[in-house]
């Protein structure tokens, strides 16, 4: 059907780009032809898909567009034995096989190798698994990667290790950045980090998926199909203006410790109120090592007497040295917050 093809080069000539969604509209055919006609043009070399995810989108052939393409679209995927490895030596494989990672702007690549050392390095110690799958992709305008591994689970791991109530409970202690199963080794402050530094972190792991982005300023769970071992997936802007440093001194001191942690409340357990004594005991388990805890409210409609007083008045007489502070807290919640500290 050539009116087709006519009328999508028509359509990019007029609108610089198009997507498949579009194609099928304007052209009132099946996203599956729409496709087929757009895989076509490709092969003709008449238009450039430019990436590879749904968010895909196709130009007009040129051969500097797609000398540029074939030089910023990179994937490095390969899956790894996991014995004797070591995550510097694995990212510099990644680097040789991706060159333009070398040409990106220093704070882009002080973050992504990092995150992605520290996130392989879990897995490699961590997980127990056999095999461990990593994928890395740059494109003009964004690198990603996933650290994926078939072993016990970020979560069940430390629930088990902590004799935690579930896995909901393990994956708040794992957010506030100084818990770790193997203190000889670690000091718990690596998924802290990469996910303050990412635009997207992702865990996937049993039913539970955590979700981090931090481009809307939201964090939340989600009920997943069961994914055996954990899946990391991190996402930065390759014109990113964070610098990894900057992380690390907003949350440490003068000595460079890492004092300073942020606890989303609403993770701590799943659709459950938060009244009880024993729920507040839980959530401050191991908050008295840092010198600044932030409380985040968000989401939290009330909070109980017993649940507050044991926060506010209870676990503060107990470490005076510990300043707390709340944000993004309703009325009702700053109601039982004021009223505890005014005891």
Not at 72 to 77: A, L, P, S, T, V
Not at 84 to 110: A, F, G, M, W
Not at 238 to 265: G, H, L, M, N, P
């Amino acid at each position: 059907m050539r009116n087709v093809k006519d009328l999508i080069l028509k359509q990019i000539k007029s609108r610089g780009n198009v997507n498949s969604d579009t194609i099928a509209k304007i052209c009132n055919v099946s996203r599956q032809a729409a496709h087929q006609h757009l895989r076509e043009l490709v092969n003709l070399q008449q238009i450039l898909r430019v990436g590879k995810t749904r968010g895909a989108y196709y130009v007009l052939f040129s051969k500097e567009k797609a000398r540029r393409l074939k030089e910023q679209d990179k994937i490095y995927k390969t899956r790894l034995r996991n014995k004797s490895l070591q995550e510097d030596y694995i990212y510099n494989r990644v680097v040789h096989s991706i060159p333009s990672l070398k040409r990106l702007q220093k704070n882009t690549q002080d973050i992504i190798r990092y995150a992605f050392t520290e996130m392989l390095n879990n897995a490699i110690e961590h997980s127990g698994s056999k095999y461990i799958d990593i994928l890395l992709t740059l494109s003009s305008n964004a690198a990603a990667f996933n650290v994926i591994d078939r072993g016990i689970g970020i979560f069940k791991h430390v629930q088990k290790k902590f004799r935690l109530i579930d896995e909901y409970e393990a994956l708040t202690e794992i957010l506030k950045g100084k818990k770790t199963t193997m203190p000889s080794k670690h000091t718990g402050e690596g998924i802290f980090f990469t996910s303050k530094a990412a635009d997207v972190f992702k865990i996937e792991s049993a039913k539970i998926g955590l979700i981090i982005n931090n481009k809307t300023d939201d964090i939340y769970t989600e009920e997943i199909k069961h994914c055996r071992g954990t899946k990391i997936f991190f996402q930065i802007n390759t014109k990113t203006r964070k610098d990894i440093s900057a992380f690390f001194f907003q949350y440490t001191d003068s000595d460079y410790k890492f004092d300073k942690t942020k606890v989303t409340v609403k993770l701590y357990h799943k659709n459950v109120e938060y009244t009880s004594r024993s729920q507040a005991r839980r959530l401050v388990v191991g908050l008295d090592k840092f010198k600044v805890v932030i409380l985040d409210f968000s989401q939290v409609k009330a909070i109980g007497q017993g649940f507050a007083d044991e926060i506010f008045r209870v676990f503060q007489l107990d470490n005076p040295g510990v300043v707390i502070e709340s944000i993004n807290y309703c009325k009702a919640v700053e109601f039982m917050i004021k009223r505890v500290k005014n005891q």
